[in-house]
């Protein structure tokens, strides 16, 4: 499934390097996390820091993080769920997914919020909880 188009500004180089704001990659870790424990998991949470209106403007032709969740597991950060943001037809949705083949965590129909988001992130970090204390991994 196309998430979008991406049109982007060329200089005189052309070159085959994304740019770190490239709406496809992860929210950068460099941006301020707020840091939360869920069932026993460290978690993370950045924010997309363009203003909103430029997030839902954008959204028209490709879809725009609007906040990104991290698990830490192993001792290594890792990206996981983003709450994306697609305007189709003037209609716009917000889905907490990775992307095709897995489905997605939650889906709403408008501009979402955290506090919208976080019972489905919460549901997901409990089953991965409760599979890494099958496994031993956690006590």
């Not at 490239?22 to 026993?40: D, G, I, K, M, Q």
Request: aromatic share 8%; with cysteine.
């Amino acid at each position: 499934m196309a998430e979008g188009i991406w049109v982007e500004q060329i200089g005189p180089k052309m070159t085959d390097d994304v740019p770190e704001d490239h709406p496809l990659n992860n929210l950068p870790t460099s941006l301020p996390a707020e840091v939360f424990v869920l069932h026993r998991l460290h978690c993370e949470l950045r924010r997309n820091p363009r203003p909103l209106e430029d997030i839902l403007g954008a959204s028209r032709l490709c879809s725009q993080k609007l906040f990104q969740f991290y698990l830490t597991l192993d001792g290594k950060q890792r990206p996981s769920y983003p709450a994306k943001l697609r305007t189709v037809y003037g209609k716009s949705t917000t889905r907490l997914s990775t992307g095709w083949p897995h489905p997605d965590l939650s889906s709403i129909e408008r501009v979402a919020t955290v506090e919208e988001m976080m019972p489905a992130w919460e549901q997901y970090v409990l089953k991965v909880a409760d599979r890494r204390t099958e496994l031993g991994k956690i006590n």
